[in-house]
């Protein structure tokens, strides 16, 4: 069964930085995408950043970010600890959200939330001006 367990969310002051976390069982990193969606409140989920988490030589390691995130927020894979970060730095308070870890073992639509199958709880991002 797989499980993706979320942490690294708190509350911050805008400007600040926040490290999240997904830590994966059950699911075997050989191909396909991990990513991160967030959802506000009365807002639809969207897509933050996502990772091919495949052999290198066939992209593994490529990221992919939202346009309201590049530049500040970075996320990054370690297949062997089966764990993917998102480094959030000059953090707004827009950034504010519930932060959801996902996967998938098929590449592609690397932002599409549809595309993914698996989830986490979610972990709560705080932004105050």
């Known amino acids: 069964q797989v499980q993706l367990v979320e942490s690294g969310g708190g509350s911050v002051q805008a400007g600040g930085s926040l490290r999240l976390s997904c830590a994966a069982s059950?699911?075997?990193?050989?191909?396909?995408?991990m990513g991160w969606f967030r959802q506000a409140p009365g807002s639809e989920r969207e897509g933050v950043a996502a990772?091919?988490?495949?052999?290198?030589?066939?992209?593994?390691?490529?990221?992919y970010y939202a346009d309201s995130v590049k530049g500040r927020f970075t996320i990054s894979r370690d297949n062997a600890k089966n764990t993917v970060w998102l480094q959030m730095n000059s953090l707004k308070p827009e950034d504010t959200a519930m932060y959801y870890c996902?996967?998938?073992?098929?590449?592609?639509?690397?932002?599409?939330?549809?595309?993914?199958?698996?989830w986490g709880q979610g972990t709560q991002v705080t932004v105050s001006s």
């Open positions: 996902a996967a998938k073992p098929r590449a592609g639509m690397w932002l599409t939330e549809g595309t993914y199958n698996y």
């Open positions: 059950g699911y075997t990193f050989s191909s396909g995408s």
């Open positions: 990772i091919n988490v495949g052999p290198f030589y066939i992209g593994g390691g490529s990221t």
